[in-house]
């Protein structure tokens, strides 16, 4: 199990990197957001449908759906209507998503060279935007009929930039050198 890795291997590197002592200190992975915005289908209820089965194929959860908090005439939003689904996972299924990203679905990308290692955000959290849903193995390739974008975001402990970038490369996250 991917947990008992960040156990075993993860964790003492960690704490003799950053000279930490107590384990309590070792930063490590807290939730990981998965977001579908709707912006291309937001009247479209087959895209509403899709990005919902996606993402509780992906995920094994059901989607919350998100609302507009207020009306945009701009862009045609209405207050309340539906523009995104998300899910958030914690604990053993956070884990197994966790592994799963990094080890199947992020090779499956097309043209995949690493991940960018500026998108933390300055708190320790990192976001991941894929413009194809297809690179998850629950997603069968024969039965797509529209194609969208995920957003995932991995929340962790860490108090900085340097913390989680260090804890996600030891987990395996492929960031490119800067």
């Not at 958030?88 to 199947?104: N, P, Q």
């Not at 690179?135 to 390739?141: C, N």
């Amino acid at each position: 199990m991917f947990k008992d890795f960040y156990k075993s291997d993860v964790v003492p590197k960690l704490k003799e990197e950053f000279g930490l002592s107590n384990i309590n200190e070792v930063p490590t992975v807290k939730m990981i957001t998965l977001n579908v915005g709707l912006g291309p289908g937001l009247k479209d209820a087959r895209f509403i449908e899709t990005a919902e089965n996606t993402l509780k194929r992906i995920t094994g959860q059901q989607p919350v759906k998100t609302l507009a908090r207020k009306s945009v005439a701009g862009f045609k939003i209405r207050e309340g209507l539906v523009v995104g689904m998300k899910v958030t996972l914690r604990g053993k299924r956070m884990w197994d998503f966790l592994e799963k990203l990094i080890k199947v679905s992020l090779p499956r990308v097309r043209d995949f060279r690493g991940l960018p290692p500026k998108a933390f955000d300055g708190q320790g959290n990192y976001s991941i935007g894929l413009k194809e849903h297809i690179a998850f193995p629950e997603i069968p390739t024969d039965e797509i009929e529209l194609i969208h974008g995920i957003q995932v975001t991995i929340a962790t402990t860490a108090e900085n930039n340097e913390q989680a970038k260090s804890l996600l490369t030891h987990l395996g996250l492929p960031l490119k050198k800067a």
